[in-house]
């Protein structure tokens, strides 16, 4: 007899965390559209994630004719992996660096066009510059120049 309870309180708490497993399986993809608000994960995002000048919710408009992007990035990629802009036009990125997820040398975002110098984490620091071609953000460790393994890339068209 004690046997078959214990079977059965077997069977109860296999069932038990099954279910909570799979539950738990779809809170997290019911959260997966926060990746691009929260920096404080160290998550990298899918390098198809883009925003454009139609994107209001990633961006401003100015009244001088600028248009502004935000940029939060860590060690291990960031939520904007590609920007298409408008030839000509002026452009602001302010990047973002998470104080989680980041070695506390900070990181320094490269270009052909603009660099943004030294970021430590938990600071920001915004560039400036006329969209005149297409070129790519390589990320560094700023301390030791050491490349990450993403690009953040600057679709002019």
Sequence with gaps: ??????????????????????????????????????????????????????????ESQLANNTTE?????????????RVKITRGKTIKITFNVSQNGTYHGGLQFKSDVVST?????????????????SFDFVPYWYAGQVKKDYVISIEVE
């Design 117 to 133: 110098g030294a970021i430590a984490p938990g600071d920001s620091e915004t560039v400036t510059f006329t969209a005149d071609q």
């Design 69 to 81: 992007f935000i940029v939060n990035a860590d060690d291990n990629g960031a939520d904007v992996m």
């Design 1 to 58: 007899m004690a046997k078959k309870i214990i079977g059965l309180l077997l069977v109860i708490l296999i069932a038990g965390g099954a279910a909570i497993w799979v539950m738990g399986d779809d809170d997290s993809d019911n959260n997966a559209g926060d990746l691009l608000d929260n920096t404080s994960q160290s998550s990298q995002p899918e390098p198809d994630e883009q925003v454009t000048e139609d994107e209001t919710q990633d």
